[in-house]
């Protein structure tokens, strides 16, 4: 496929090296022709000067050829303007923008546009290593509604099948980390000792979730 990546920061030249090793054609925008230096030397794909939203500047990249377009520029207003302009004026379905403000994310996300909020998803990651028992999701859509999230256990469910889980904390087992290797549960799967349990549910019902994992079986029977 052609890529159009608006912005050759440390996220656009990283994007634009992968997708070229992939065997995809590239096309890289930024307004300073300085930022070029952080593509390899052996880059093949354009370099174009210029702002991601003016449309000279994006049909010299290819645009109306692309299959996906890119925006990962320092600006959100830039990013979602361009992101736009791809879709809406050159009809390229594959797009999405990097947000800095994960508020903007969610209303871009209503209106169709696929974004990224890169401080909200910087802040999950960070949360995950400081708190304890997997307080913070690994994954949430852009509204938060659903997040996936990796919740600890009373050794006391062990041996329990995947499907039992789920009717237990009223949410969807979403796969086991066994041994370094993710399992997607069968309704039979048993719950092993050492096994990481991830879980998808909503936001709101993760509190349910961790309180019910961390008594016994019995004491949910009870409730």
């Not at 593509?39 to 299959?67: C, H, K, N």
């Not at 050159?90 to 508020?103: E, L, M, S, T």
């Not at 979403?174 to 349990?197: H, K, W, Y």
Request: net charge negative.
């Amino acid at each position: 496929m052609h890529i159009v990546i608006m912005g050759c920061g440390r996220v656009g030249s990283t994007l634009a090296h992968i997708l070229e090793d992939n065997g995809h054609s590239v096309a890289i925008i930024d307004r300073d022709p300085q930022a070029f230096r952080r593509l390899r030397a052996g880059f093949r794909g354009r370099r174009v000067t210029g702002i991601g939203f003016d449309r000279d500047v994006l049909e010299e990249a290819g645009i109306e050829s692309a299959q996906a377009y890119v925006a990962v520029s320092s600006g959100d207003n830039s990013n979602i303007i361009s992101a736009r302009v791809a879709r809406e004026t050159f009809g390229v379905d594959n797009v999405v923008a990097r947000i800095y403000d994960p508020r903007r994310a969610e209303v871009y996300q209503r209106l169709g546009i696929p974004t990224v909020a890169t401080v909200r998803w910087t802040a999950d990651q960070i949360l995950r290593r400081v708190l304890p028992e997997g307080a913070e999701p690994l994954w949430r859509d852009p509204t938060g509604t659903v997040v996936l999230a990796e919740v600890t256990y009373n050794p006391a469910w062990i041996g329990t099948r995947a499907v039992d889980l789920e009717t237990a904390v009223g949410g969807r087992v979403a796969f086991f980390n066994r041994m370094g290797e993710a399992v997607v549960p069968a309704q039979d799967t048993v719950l092993q000792e050492g096994d990481v349990l991830h879980v998808v549910a909503a936001g709101t019902h993760m509190d349910h979730i961790n309180k019910v994992l961390s008594g016994t079986p019995a004491e949910t029977e009870e409730n």
